[in-house]
């Protein structure tokens, strides 16, 4: 199963891209967070349905100093998670 999530509110500058990618790792999922232009944070994640509403209970907590107004998902094609590896955080530096 393979789901994208896009999460607004103040969710940039708080850690959050890797507080997700924690919460992913952990899970064993694939895939990737990243921040989005608008200002909101963007994740394709992989594993099973049982993992993935864990992780949608985790984002729609967020880390600490974050606040959640709105978490839009949406469910891709499992053919979308044949290019996915290990969790990891897009545009790092």
């Known amino acids: 199963m393979v789901l994208h999530f896009l999460i607004q509110g103040r969710v940039q500058g708080v850690g959050f891209r890797w ?3 924690r919460e992913a790792s ?3 999922l694939r895939g990737w ?3 989005t232009e608008e200002g909101e944070v963007e994740v ?3 594993g099973s349905a049982e993992d993935l509403a864990l992780l949608r209970r985790s984002l729609r907590s967020g880390p600490r100093g974050s606040r959640v107004d709105h978490l839009i998902e949406h469910y891709l094609d499992d ?3 044949e290019g ?3 969790f990891r955080v897009d545009g790092a530096w």
Do not use: P
Request: a negative charge; zero cysteines; charged letters at 30%.
């Open 26 to 28: 952990e899970l064993d």
């Open 84 to 86: 996915l590896d290990a």
């Open 44 to 46: 394709v994640a992989s």
């Open 33 to 35: 967070v990243r921040n």
């Open 79 to 81: 053919s979308e998670a």
């Open 19 to 21: 507080f997700v990618h």
